[in-house]
């Protein structure tokens, strides 16, 4: 069964910086992509973020240039590395995993569209504060 664990998330001022963690385990295919999502209180979810196993990556227009996306495939890990933080980035932050019957439509450009993602993380609460 198929396990994001996240980590990593916290309380930091505007402007600082703050890197997630989500281990998987389980989800072991030779190709795969992931991604990040956050919802804030009162918002619909959005995607942030996602890679693919040919390291090409995706990000939402409102972090384009802040955040970055990144993979160690020796540790099963998928990282989010913030800077620049803003109030508004405050969120619940969630790992998430394509299901294997969506990989070739992703092989190009890895989605951030929820409708791809089998497998989801508890996640991981971000706050900024001004």
């Known amino acids: 069964q198929v396990q994001l664990v996240e980590s990593g998330g916290g309380s930091v001022q505007s402007g600082g910086s703050l890197r997630l963690s989500c281990e998987a385990s389980?989800?072991?295919?030779?190709?795969?992509?992931m991604g990040w999502f956050r919802q804030a209180p009162g918002k619909e979810r959005e995607g942030v973020a996602a890679i693919n196993s040919d390291d090409n990556t995706n990000y939402a227009d409102s972090v384009q240039g802040r955040f970055t996306i990144s993979q160690d495939n020796a540790k099963n890990t998928v990282y989010l590395q913030m800077n620049s933080l803003k109030p508004e980035d405050t969120a619940m932050y969630y790992c998430?995993?394509?299901?294997?019957?969506?990989?070739?439509?992703?092989?190009?450009?890895?989605?951030?569209?929820?409708?791809?993602?089998?497998?989801w993380g508890q996640g991981t609460q971000v706050t900024v504060s001004s």
């Open positions: 389980a989800y072991t295919y030779s190709w795969y992509s």
């Open positions: 998430a995993a394509v299901a294997p019957r969506y990989f070739m439509a992703v092989r190009r450009t890895p989605s951030l569209s929820e409708d791809v993602y089998a497998y």
